[in-house]
């Protein structure tokens, strides 16, 4: 087995970022959701709402990142420096609020014109918790970003063609890997293999990581990631073939063990 493909989401709901080899730290991979848009309620605004935020592509650079979108100017958002934190939640129904600095007004500003509502950017300039220790199998305490739950999460190549492969008996279009939003693609294991590595630890190159669970999807997978245009698929086909326990299930969400470089082509092991 190999890592195929590494990407980020530098602003939460935002387009990928596609890259060769990137850094994990204990939240996840560096440049991964450490911003987000969020509403005049402190409240996270993702592709769950509006889908308009397929169109950001922001890009990170020392210091801050630079958000792009057809049809607007680029704008460099430098992190804020000063300022009181914000409280913010990654959705409504989060209890724990985590201290944010806000970007600015000529980030807000940039960012409802392209959301066509008013909003706000915010940094999180050191990672919080924000779940309670019992609402995940595997608490990692303030050790994640801006991520819905768990600091990574990889995917199988091949559950994707098993996938595909009922979407096409059932007459539908096959769906691309970044419909799940992965950080970490896989090539080289059995479809759902994933399954039997929960609990256990991969190691990937020179770094370990622990399998927390299985990923319960969302809307966000019917939205073309290019368009933005919604459908049904494949949220329909998952629950015909891949709901357990009410969710629909596509991915592994993982937490770091160790903190280092990972890279596409690294050697990926299964530990007992």
């Known amino acids: 087995m190999r890592l ?9 709901g935002c387009h990928r970022l596609d890259h060769d080899g990137a850094f994990v730290q204990p939240w996840g991979l560096a440049g991964d959701r450490r911003w987000m848009v969020v509403d005049a309620d402190g409240v996270g605004v993702t592709q769950r709402e509006t889908t308009r935020l397929v169109g950001l592509r922001a890009t990170v ?5 630079t958000l792009r979108a057809d049809g607007q100017p680029d ?36 960012l409802g014109a392209l959301l066509g509502r008013p909003v706000r950017l915010v940094w999180l300039a050191r990672p919080a918790r924000h779940l309670a220790a019992d609402e995940r199998d595997h608490d990692t305490g303030d050790q994640v970003s801006f991520a819905d739950a768990y600091p990574l999460l990889l995917a199988n ?12 008996e059932a ?16 090539d080289g ?8 590595w929960v609990g256990r630890s991969l190691r990937i190159g020179d770094l370990r990581l622990r399998a927390a669970g299985p990923c319960d ?16 698929e494949p949220l329909r086909t998952l629950a015909r073939y891949r709901t357990v326990r009410q969710k629909l299930l596509f991915g592994l969400h993982l937490v770091p063990v160790d903190s280092g470089p990972l890279h596409v082509d690294d050697p990926i092991v299964i530990e007992p």
């Open 4 to 12: 195929s493909s590494i990407h980020t989401y530098p602003v939460k």
């Open 157 to 168: 190549a091949a559950s994707l063609h098993a996938l595909n492969g009922w979407l096409a």
């Open 217 to 232: 999807r969302c809307v966000v997978t019917t939205t073309d990631q290019e368009t933005g245009v919604r459908a049904k």
């Open 171 to 186: 007459g539908e279009p096959a769906v691309p890997m970044a419909r799940f939003r992965p950080n970490l693609v896989v």
């Open 61 to 65: 650079h020392p210091g801050g990142l």
């Open 75 to 110: 704008l460099d958002v430098p992190e804020p420096a000063g300022g009181d934190p914000v409280p913010v939640r990654t959705f409504r129904s989060r209890k724990i609020p985590v201290p944010a600095l806000q970007a600015g007004p000529a980030a807000d500003a940039w």
């Open 189 to 196: 294991a059995p479809a759902w293999a994933e399954d039997d």
